[in-house]
């Protein structure tokens, strides 16, 4: 079956833009997470989704959003873009809300310059 | 609020040497999981550990789960070159307001022939 598909591989974005990030969770997986990568603090918590609602939201500011849609698929939306927010931005979906694994997505390499 | 410790932060060994990676938190937690990432990749999910004081075993990785639920350890007996990689513990946040798992820092494997 199909993993978990991420677009874009990879962006490039000036400080002050915004921009959206797409997941595409297993087929037949409600559960989805992002999770920002970075060296320096790791992995770190974002949101979790599950059937459409938020259940969840890490420490992050409200620059970060997301949204869920009736077909499981999943985007992140981060506005105003700062020189910080260069990452690896993760999705992972799991069909019973993180019970028994994630299956993580290839990531999104997002550049702010 | 919860954090999940990982301990060494690297660790480089010659191959066919043993390796140990320990995972405290600072509450219980009602399961660990253990993840993988090779260099480049993403986090791929290896085992979840949810019973106290558990142990299993996927054939030269062996992980154990504390009595008290706050801390778990992964060993690799006889390390290979394909065991190269980052080996993060998960803990759940609040399985009843929302599943989030806190990553760990990550322990970095480095492995010479």
């Known amino acids: 079956k199909a993993g978990v598909t991420q677009t874009p591989r990879y962006l490039i974005k000036t400080r002050g833009q915004q921009v959206t990030l797409s997941c595409s969770p297993i087929?037949?997986?409600?559960?989805v997470s992002w999770y920002q990568q970075t060296p320096g603090q790791g992995l770190q918590f974002l949101f979790e989704?599950?059937?459409?609602?938020?259940?969840n939201k890490g420490n992050f500011p409200g620059r970060f959003s997301g949204r869920q849609f009736s077909n499981s698929r999943s985007e992140m939306n981060v506005s105003t873009l700062e020189l910080g927010d260069s990452a690896l931005y993760l999705c992972?979906?799991?069909?019973?809300?993180?019970?028994?694994?994630?299956?993580f997505g290839s990531g999104t390499r997002l550049t702010v310059v | 609020g919860q954090q999940v410790m990982q301990i060494p932060q690297y660790q480089h060994v010659q191959e066919g040497e043993d390796f140990t990676t320990y995972c405290n938190s600072s509450?219980?937690?009602?399961?660990i999981q253990w993840y993988k990432q090779r260099p480049g990749g993403h986090p791929v999910f290896l085992i979840q550990l949810v019973k106290s004081g558990e142990v299993k075993k996927q054939k030269r990785l062996t992980f154990q789960f504390g009595e008290a639920k706050k801390n778990s350890s992964l060993h690799i007996t006889a390390t290979q070159t394909t065991d190269v990689g980052t080996y993060f513990c998960?803990?759940?946040?609040?399985?009843?307001?929302?599943?989030?798992?806190?990553f760990g820092k990550g322990t970095s494997l480095l492995v010479t022939p």
């Open positions: 989704y599950f059937s459409e609602t938020q259940r």
């Open positions: 087929s037949g997986h409600r559960s």
């Open positions: 992972a979906s799991s069909l019973d809300q993180g019970w028994n694994g994630y299956t």
């Open positions: 998960a803990g759940d946040k609040d399985v009843n307001s929302g599943y989030a798992l806190n």
């Open positions: 509450t219980t937690l009602s399961n």
